[in-house]
């Protein structure tokens, strides 16, 4: 059982324990076990094995005993005999925004549905909206919660999203009397994927910016069209919603949209001790019922005592009570880059030469740029071959001479072979300034295999730098099966980079992954994999990784100036 059919789960019985009325911390204390399992680097079924349960946070003696039930069985009891006490498929229903408890409960025993297809054939046939106290509009609602979540279920590469809101933004920045204008959500927090796109913003005139939105080219179609939040369809299916409020509430709203869900939930209830209510329109004082209005983000942590959080941190992990010590991170920014460790030229599959690489390079302000055409290992188009590669180290050697202001590293994308040896001759890795390598070949072994082929590449000591660690692709193509914390403490032990993937259908290591790698003292390189110079830019979506994994400017080998990465290189 994978862990995310055990968040489902879990996820269940905090949905069933709410709709029986249970004590509200024993339901929190599930919903806190959710988004542990959520952030877990490793398959729960190996802390199984190594009976480390305990170790996840917010797991105690009872749940570890669900948990280990759960996972060896494939079964728990507890949770068969809770879902036994309702009717079929209400925890379904409870997964649509907008049903609560009540609201499930009465469709699920007045009308018998059991699913969302049920739930909308039956909106479409009116009788839900015939339903005691629900009426037409919130028949109406529900119904475009459940084309919405549909539309969610494809979720976008932020790669993709980022493109289009940018644009989107430029073109609603242009709108007279627009003063705040920005995205919040998933995308603001620079998950990997987006479910929509949330935009927030402040104008003179609602009614004007609201009209260039929905009349926007990329628009296929308007699902709603007010004065304080429209909804519209964009090409490839996304959906962008926008809202507008007063000048004086930008930040409450920003912050109230961007989330995340149990960000604001940690907020809100360390708040309600404190005699504070937080909604998207403020903060309200419980005792005077006033409502304080927040221009800034930075004035709404600020009012609860709290450090500014970095919005790629509001996961509802520990951002708040480090944020009360004033202990956060500070987050690497993308100025701290000064070079990319990993770019492909003409040499193998990469578009452009290697000059042209290296004065896009000179032009983004790096320091330095380390070429890595991929070896000649099965299945890789133009690959380099030892001859090709000794040519191609006197072309950058001569070119680094002629070129100032950029250093050139000679390096390789060397494949790691099945049984985890190098596709290249030793003697050449050696001449090398940096060997980046990489699985592009049999994927599909076993665990052990995986990992034991991994973990001799990065032993050998020819080896600086692990690239892509797990090789998924997004969307489509899932991460090889490998032992990470293997190779994290691997890559601790004998000193090998491992690298943050930019390139936006790549982004591995993944946040959590990254997280873990950082925690272990693993150090991590930001590379784009660029094929061509326009690529470089993709800097900005490993950034965000790194963010999301709490890292700092020191963990990353790429902020360090030329000087230090060639010492650490000749080590
Ligand atoms: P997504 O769209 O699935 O990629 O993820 P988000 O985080 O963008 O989620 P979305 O679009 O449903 O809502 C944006 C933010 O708005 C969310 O992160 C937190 C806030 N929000 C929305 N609905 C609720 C709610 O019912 N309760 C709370 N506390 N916050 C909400
Ligand atoms: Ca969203
Ligand atoms: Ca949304």
Redesign the pocket.
């Given at each position: 059982m994978n862990n995310k059919e055990v968040t489902k789960v879990f996820q269940d019985i905090a949905d069933l324990l709410e709709l029986k009325g249970e004590n509200p911390f024993k339901i929190r204390a599930y919903q806190k076990v959710v988004r542990s399992i959520e952030h877990l680097p490793v398959e729960m079924e190996q802390l199984v094995k190594e009976d480390k349960l305990k170790e996840i946070p917010g797991v105690g003696e009872a749940i570890t005993k669900k948990m280990t039930e759960l996972i060896t069985t494939g079964k728990l009891g507890y949770y068969e005999k809770l879902k036994a006490e309702f009717p079929e498929g209400i925890s379904t229903l409870l997964d649509i925004?907008g049903v609560g408890p009540k609201t499930a409960m009465s469709l699920s025993t007045e009308l018998e549905i059991s699913s969302v297809d049920e739930l909308e054939a039956a909106i479409v046939g009116g009788k839900v909206a015939r339903l005691y106290r629900m009426g037409d509009k919130t028949a109406e609602n529900i119904l475009h919660q459940i084309q919405a979540m549909r539309r969610?279920d494809q979720?976008i590469p932020i790669g993709e999203a980022l493109p289009v809101v940018d644009e989107i933004l430029s073109r609603l920045g242009q709108v007279p009397g627009v003063k705040n204008l920005a995205p919040?959500?998933?995308?603001r927090?620079f998950?990997e994927?987006?479910?929509?796109i949330?935009l927030m913003g402040t104008a003179d005139d609602a009614r004007e910016i609201m009209q260039t939105f929905a009349s926007l080219p990329q628009v296929k179609e308007v699902l709603v069209s007010g004065t304080t939040k429209s909804s519209v369809v964009v090409s490839g299916g996304l959906q962008v919603d926008l809202r507008i409020v007063e000048h004086d509430s930008f930040g409450s709203i920003l912050q109230?949209?961007?989330?995340?869900?149990q960000h604001?939930?940690d907020l809100?209830e360390r708040a309600h001790r404190r005699g504070l209510k937080l909604s998207e329109y403020g903060i309200t004082n419980l005792a005077t019922d006033e409502l304080e209005k927040f221009i800034t983000e930075e004035a709404f942590y600020q009012r609860q005592g709290l450090e500014f959080i970095p919005p790629e941190l509001r996961e509802g992990q520990q951002e708040v009570e480090r944020a009360e010590q004033g202990t956060l991170p500070k987050l690497i920014e993308l100025h701290d880059i000064k070079g990319d460790l990993h770019v492909h030229t003409e040499w193998s599959d990469g578009r452009d030469s290697i000059e042209a690489m290296a004065l896009a390079a000179k032009a983004l302000g790096y320091q330095y740029l380390g070429i890595a055409d991929h070896s000649g290992g099965r299945g890789i188009a133009h690959g380099l071959d030892a001859e090709r590669l000794r040519q191609q180290i006197l072309e950058i050697k001569q070119l680094d001479q002629r070129l100032d202001g950029i250093r050139i590293f000679c390096g390789m994308e060397v494949d790691i072979r099945a049984d985890g040896s190098l596709d290249m001759p030793q003697e050449l890795l050696a001449k090398l300034d940096i060997v980046t390598a990489a699985v592009h070949s049999a994927m599909n072994q076993s665990q052990e295999q995986m990992t034991r082929r991994i973990i001799r590449a990065i032993e050998n000591p020819d080896v600086d730098v692990l690239a892509h660690p797990t090789s998924r692709l997004l969307p489509g193509r899932e991460p090889v099966a490998v032992d990470m914390e293997a190779i994290f403490q691997t890559a601790v032990r004998t000193n090998t980079a491992l690298e943050i993937n930019a390139m936006p259908s790549r982004l591995d290591l993944k946040d959590i992954h990254t997280y873990r790698a950082r925690e272990l003292g693993v150090k991590l390189v930001i590379n784009t994999d660029a094929h061509s110079t326009e690529h470089l830019e993709f800097m900005r979506f490993g950034g965000g990784v790194a963010r999301r994994g709490w890292c700092q400017a020191e963990d990353i080998l790429n902020t360090r100036p030329l000087k230090e990465v060639i010492a650490y290189l000749r080590k």
């Open positions: 925004p969610k979720r919040a959500g998933s995308l927090r998950q994927t987006v479910g929509d949330d109230y949209f961007t989330g995340s869900k604001n939930i809100r």
